[in-house]
């Protein structure tokens, strides 16, 4: 029994399900895939039927994400969700190997779109990886989608807008937050606004979270951030620091603050795995400090047939998600002949026209609060890089000194050797070479192998059986 995808849609955040949903319009018959049980992704995250969403995302946030699932719902009967279901290979062109509730099986596809999201930046000090210490996604996910809410004193740092989303999040869950750090200007924020007027709909998602700080007088402090997390068993003491224009520490302007629970984070950058496996060139982006694929107006990356939408492309958040999303969906189903030129050209006008004004909000967001090289270069030998196999700076700095100049020569120390083959050290110690003076053609991803997510064991004890959509 041979099934075959006329597209296959990895990942079903907002990226995704647009871009499903502009398939299924046109008719194409396509496979929507998500390790997640229900549709939504990071920022539109469900709970199970059974339970109701805790507060925590802002309510207009809230509304468009309904709507999208609504609008995804609706969209026709050519779709075939397969949820909770992890592309974890791709072993021949036009296949992924998929598991799912203990079964293997490949999806074939003519055309893929890969929306496999982004992941939190985080830039290390000494004491973070002590129990305690939580990325901000993962403690705002745990508030807003989970209905758990920390305990004991909650201290938060690191930038970008997931830091006052997810001390609004704390706050309004009824925890106590003893301090929000935040690595940029109030200057430097304050010029974001303009960038907002941009993307008007933006606007009462961010009064919403500042109006929810101002509201129980959380106050945030700007230019300053962690130098060490320290205690015994799990975090007990944060020392801040006052940050000058470069980001590096100003010394003896140090502040020790006692603490319970800390959240750290300094944006996002995009997971490039399966677009990786699959062959799809990527670059290093020197503004952004972080590896992208290489793609065209309409999403298409090096490999022929396969898109890239949404933060996996190039983090923008949730709204330039969709449109990217809508965008590549649209030129898939024209590409798969199910539209002329003249509809392509009529349909995607809208999302282009989007796509451009939500531009100038996303060079505003990365000029803001991409880490500048003083984050970095405070980074002591001692520090953890490589949490996976214990690899600290230290170890790394000798290998640069003797001459090392890539990523792939720095393997020896153990980075990036363990089971999620660099995907929180591969951008640290890439920023490390480049303050080395790598010359840019040297920075390059690493090379990942299958499973790109790690799995048990006994998701390959089964044999391999093909799925696909229609019959043949
Ligand atoms: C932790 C975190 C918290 C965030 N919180 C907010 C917020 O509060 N407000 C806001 O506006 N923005 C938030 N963002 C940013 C926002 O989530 C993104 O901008 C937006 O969701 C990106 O949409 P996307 O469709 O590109 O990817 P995502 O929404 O990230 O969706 C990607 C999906 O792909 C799936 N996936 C990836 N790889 C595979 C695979 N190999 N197999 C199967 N499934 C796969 C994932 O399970 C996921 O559901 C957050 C981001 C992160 C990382």
């Known amino acids: 029994m041979t099934h075959r995808f006329q597209a296959a849609v990895v990942g079903m955040g907002p990226a995704g399900m647009a871009a499903a949903i502009e398939l299924a319009r046109a008719g194409v018959k396509i496979a929507l895939i998500d390790q997640a049980p229900l549709p939504g ?29 609504r609008e995804l719902a609706q969209a026709g009967s050519s779709l075939t969700f397969l949820n909770g279901a992890v592309v974890w290979g791709a072993f021949s062109p036009g296949t992924l190997s998929v598991h799912q509730t203990g079964r293997n099986y490949e999806v074939s596809y003519e055309k893929l779109v890969i929306c496999e999201g982004a992941q939190e930046r985080i830039i290390p000090c000494p004491g973070w990886t002590l129990p305690g210490v939580i990325s901000l996604g993962g403690l705002q996910k745990m508030i807003t989608t989970q209905g758990i809410a920390p305990r004991g004193r909650v201290l938060l740092a690191g930038s970008g807008p997931l830091l006052i989303g997810t001390a609004a999040a704390v706050v309004g869950a009824g925890a106590s937050l003893v301090g929000v750090y935040e690595a940029v200007s109030f200057t ?15 606007l009462p ?59 750290i984070g300094s944006g996002l950058q995009p997971h490039v795995r399966l677009a990786r496996l699959i062959g799809c060139r990527t670059e290093y982006d020197p503004d952004r400090r972080y590896f992208a694929p290489v793609t065209d107006t309409w999403g298409q990356s090096s490999q022929t047939g396969v898109y890239i939408a949404g933060d996996g492309g190039g983090v923008g958040g949730a709204d330039w998600s969709e449109v990217q999303g809508r965008i590549s969906g649209l030129h898939a189903s024209w590409s798969l002949n199910r539209m002329g030129c003249d509809q392509l050209g009529s349909f995607s006008s809208r999302w282009l026209r989007s796509k451009r004004r939500l531009q100038a909000y996303v060079n505003a967001l990365h000029r803001v609060f991409t880490p500048k090289d003083g984050h970095y270069s405070s980074i002591t030998p001692e520090t953890v890089i490589c949490r996976c196999e214990a690899v600290r700076a230290g170890d790394l700095m000798a290998r640069m000194k003797m001459g090392e100049q890539d990523l792939t020569a720095l393997k020896p120390s153990r980075l990036a050797m363990g089971p999620c083959q660099g995907r929180g050290c591969e951008g640290i110690a890439t920023e490390m070479l480049r303050l080395h003076d790598v010359p840019r053609e040297n920075l390059k991803a690493l090379h990942l192998r299958p499973p790109i997510i790690p799995m048990p064991l006994s998701a390959f004890s089964k044999h391999t059986e093909r799925v696909s959509g229609s019959r043949s």
């Open 41 to 69: 992704g990071q920022v539109y995250r469900q709970p199970p039927g059974e339970f109701s969403m805790p507060p925590g995302l802002a309510p207009s946030r809230h509304n468009i994400g309904h709507a999208l699932r």
């Open 188 to 202: 430097s924020l304050m010029s974001l606004g303009l960038g907002m007027m941009a993307w008007p709909r933006l």
């Open 205 to 263: 998602e961010s009064f919403s979270y500042m109006s929810e700080l101002i509201f129980k007088g959380v106050k945030v402090h700007f230019n300053w951030g962690l130098k060490t997390l320290s205690g015994d068993d799990r975090v007990r003491e944060a020392t801040l620091v006052r940050l000058d224009g470069s980001g590096a520490p100003i010394p003896g302007s140090e502040r020790i603050v006692p603490v319970d629970v800390v959240g």
